[in-house]
């Protein structure tokens, strides 16, 4: 197998660990499992060769990344004496510090070993330290995303947008007080419905002054009534002295925890070439695309003012990604970031109702909505079309990345706490095969369905290297793998299963691919059972176990209301336990203390089967509904993959 450079295999614990006056040997039972536990989880997370038996000035800290809720801040703060970097790497709990030198790294690991970062942790949870390879640690946040790390230093504006300014302290408090008092009297006010609930966008409404927006027909309808509020053109005058015409229109977006606005170009047919954006309450990513430039992502803090003219507000994409937790970049020299907790924002933006004898002649043809006319309003209910407002921002892999990939890597425990049973035709399949049978699960989970066979020679692997530590911790032979991209050779396998995975790809090339690497990697004749979650999670009057989950109670509010889109995506949020109304979904995973948004493509009747006909790589044995899925059972063909 070419995969034996993709197993996990861990680098043998070191008898001596930073940081620990005795020998390891000394240590309870309890505590030499436990930080023998977490050597296993850091090396397969980080990459079995960053961890070091040698010291060396770097330190791998575990239960102090990123995911943990620990920011540069909460280290920085322990006073770590030769302490030079820190590197957080994206979604990990795992984080390095860099030190001028080994001494100076065994002495601040005297004080983290086994030690509670007061009041960041969660009781009864410690760090564990251990040595790293510098050079490969600094790769590692090399090979991560800067660009999720906001910031509001623009010193390097050779890369920003022309046309974009951020003032901090735009605004006083004694302001920002007096402006978030004046929008909640408006959306307190039951005189006249000005709080639009806007029904694409979760946890976001809009109050309108001089014109209202219409959203998803890109047209103003003037509101001669609600000129501006005076407190508002105070501000206004003083932040935007030279525009002509004055701002005419205030849009406040009021965002609760969490709430975003997709990708998107404020309409150039409605508004003028100037955009203004005061942040009150609380602050906020800002990411800024455009094809073929780096993104940029801004830290808007509370008070700040965002100015967008020209190429900024003309060509390029703002968005404000939905979610709980910003990374900020810390305003200390060691090169990490802090997380910052949204609270409830408020933004007023200011702009000009572009005149009708002055249309918009931008020539930027892919964005400009000039000619498409501004009453272009299309059929579809607003829960249904795409607002024109906001174009889709995540690419399939992207998309797989955000809403499949990072999820599982960080759900994986309580994922694999939840998932015991077998499906008995899943067991069926595999109490069939013959012993010693080479059997390949693409997709494995927790490891769940080779538990049972051990006298199989099954190899399993999964995108989730959280998951596939889940694995290793039960002795299956694992290796961390993408199903578009096997490291395997051809024709290997006598048998392969696939069982909840391919509708987590966002589209039908990528799927087909998926099919297609499975095909490739098994050898002819070789029987192969794939599932797929259903659209369908009703079958001769019977419902899924799914449907008959207890509804979760804090549904209740959305409980008869229109279908609830995300913001970044544009794509419905399931309501859990009921029927899917559309093919994409994000589905949420609760835990006690969080939601994450899995991607779901949910398959009809035969189109599974279709799928796999289509690539000409199988003869189709059985399709058969199985409590909510589409299953097939398909024996390989010898027909080589194109
Ligand atoms: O909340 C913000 O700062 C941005 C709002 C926005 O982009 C819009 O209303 O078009
Ligand atoms: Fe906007």
Excluded at 555 to 567: M, N, Y
Aim: with cysteine; charged share 20%.
């Amino acid at each position: 197998l070419q995969a034996s450079h993709q197993t996990v295999p861990a680098p043998p614990l070191p008898q001596c660990l930073p940081g620990l006056q005795c020998p390891l040997a000394q240590l309870s039972p309890r505590q030499r499992r436990k930080i023998s536990r977490k050597w296993h989880q850091a090396a397969s997370a980080a990459g079995s060769t960053v961890l070091s038996a040698e010291p060396t000035a770097c330190l791998l800290v575990a239960n102090a990344g990123l995911h943990n809720g620990i920011g540069e801040s909460n280290l920085v703060s322990l006073g770590l004496p030769g302490l030079i970097r820190v590197i957080q790497p994206a979604g990990q709990s795992h984080c390095f510090l860099l030190f001028h030198d080994a001494a100076s790294a065994e002495e601040a690991a005297a004080g983290l070993q086994l030690h509670q970062l007061a009041d960041s942790m969660p009781a009864g949870s410690v760090l564990y330290v251990f040595f790293a390879d510098p050079e490969l640690a600094v790769k590692q946040v090399q090979s991560s995303d800067p660009n999720e790390v906001a910031t509001t230093n623009l010193a390097d504006s050779s890369a920003l947008p022309p046309g974009l300014s951020l003032t901090l302290d735009a605004v006083s408090l004694a302001e920002e007080a007096e402006l978030l008092a004046l929008v909640d009297a408006e959306l307190d006010s039951g005189d006249r419905d000005v709080a639009i609930a806007d029904g694409r966008l979760r946890n976001r409404r809009v109050v309108h002054w001089g014109h209202e927006f219409l959203y998803g027909r890109n047209r103003l309808a003037p509101l001669p009534d609600r000129p501006l509020p005076p407190a508002c053109a105070t501000v206004a005058d003083r932040l935007t002295p030279a525009w002509l015409p004055r701002p005419d229109q205030l849009t406040a977006n009021v965002y609760e925890p969490g709430g975003g606005i997709a990708a998107h170009v404020d309409s150039h047919a409605a508004f003028g070439d100037s955009i203004l954006s005061v942040s009150l309450g609380s602050g906020c990513a800002f990411r800024l695309t455009r094809p073929g430039r780096p993104t940029i992502c801004l830290a808007l803090p509370p008070r700040s003012a965002l100015l967008l003219t020209g190429e900024a507000r003309l060509v390029w994409r703002h968005e404000i990604p939905a979610r709980q937790v910003d990374l900020v970049a810390s305003a200390s020299s060691s090169g990490g970031c802090d997380l910052v907790k949204r609270g409830r924002r408020v933004s007023l933006t200011f702009r000009q109702a572009r005149q009708s004898n002055q249309p918009c002649r931008c020539g930027f043809g892919d964005v400009c909505d000039e000619d498409r006319g501004v009453d272009g309003a299309s059929s579809l209910s607003p829960a249904e079309s795409q607002p024109t407002q906001q174009q889709q921002a995540l690419d399939p892999a992207s998309l797989e990345r955000e809403f499949v990939h990072s999820v599982y890597d960080s759900i994986a425990d309580h994922f694999s706490d939840t998932r015991h049973s077998r499906w008995p035709r899943v067991a069926a399949f595999l109490a069939d095969l013959p012993p010693g049978c080479l059997l390949l699960d693409i997709g494995c989970g927790n490891g769940k369905n080779m538990l049972a066979r051990r006298d199989l020679l099954a190899i399993v692997c999964d995108r989730s290297v959280a998951l596939c530590t889940v694995c290793a911790s039960r002795s299956l032979p694992v290796f961390q793998a993408d199903a578009l991209q096997l490291p395997l050779r051809n024709a290997v396998f006598d048998a392969a299963v696939c069982i909840a995975v391919l509708h987590h790809l966002s589209t039908r090339e990528r799927r087909l691919a998926a099919i297609k690497e499975l095909a490739r990697v098994s050898r002819p004749n070789a029987p192969i059972l794939i599932y797929v979650w259903a659209m369908e999670q009703r079958r001769n009057g019977k419902a899924s176990a799914y449907l008959k989950k207890p509804e979760e109670s804090d549904d209740a509010g959305q409980r008869g209301e229109q279908l609830v889109r995300d913001a970044r995506t544009g794509l419905g949020v399931h309501r859990p336990g009921s029927e899917f109304k559309s093919a994409d979904m994000l589905v949420p995973w609760r835990s006690r203390s969080d939601e994450r948004l899995r991607f779901y493509h949910l398959f009809v009747e035969g189109e599974l089967d279709q799928l796999c006909t289509d690539s000409g790589l199988f003869q189709l044995i059985e399709a058969y509904y199985d409590n909510g899925n589409w299953c097939v059972r398909l024996l390989r063909n010898d027909a080589p993959v194109s």
